[in-house]
């Protein structure tokens, strides 16, 4: 019986962290988090409560262990499925940053030899583009001022700007 309990709540673990990497933590992420939580998570919950509560008045002691091991790989599953979506959603983030932090030296550096910023990014580094930024031209410039922009998967419209001039992210509607 215990083999069974590992077997299930592992492979509800896995399919969780596997659907919540692949929905990166973004609004359909949320949006799945929610349907689950309610289809899976509350009848969970209640059917562990119900039968933990009930065990103790059942005459065999394996009577409610199928529900019970249902319930927690099925939490399980949600839980993990919440946090992983979460974690690659920080981490893609994190590399946005991490590369644009890494780009503005080299973005000054060109201004200050060439009198502008550059039109594209091309030649200027070798660093790969992280994900939010290579899905579309995410970079642009006028030779004067540049910008970074990127669509948060977290919002249906909007994301995240960054200025030469203001030379930090903030949340453009």
Known sequence: MKHNIVIFTTTAAALGMLAGSWTGGGF?????????????????????????????????????????????AGLVFLGLFFLSGLFVFERRESEVRSYVNTVLPLLDAHKKKHGQYPKTLDGLTDKKIPYYLGAREAYSSDGTSFRFYYETPDSLMGGKIFTSRDRSWVIAD
């Open 28 to 72: 359909l992420h949320y949006l799945i988090s929610f349907a689950l939580g309610i289809i899976v998570g509350i009848p969970a919950a209640a059917a562990l409560i119900l039968t933990l509560k009930n065990r103790e008045r059942a005459h065999p002691r394996h009577i409610g262990n199928g529900f019970a091991i249902g319930a927690v």
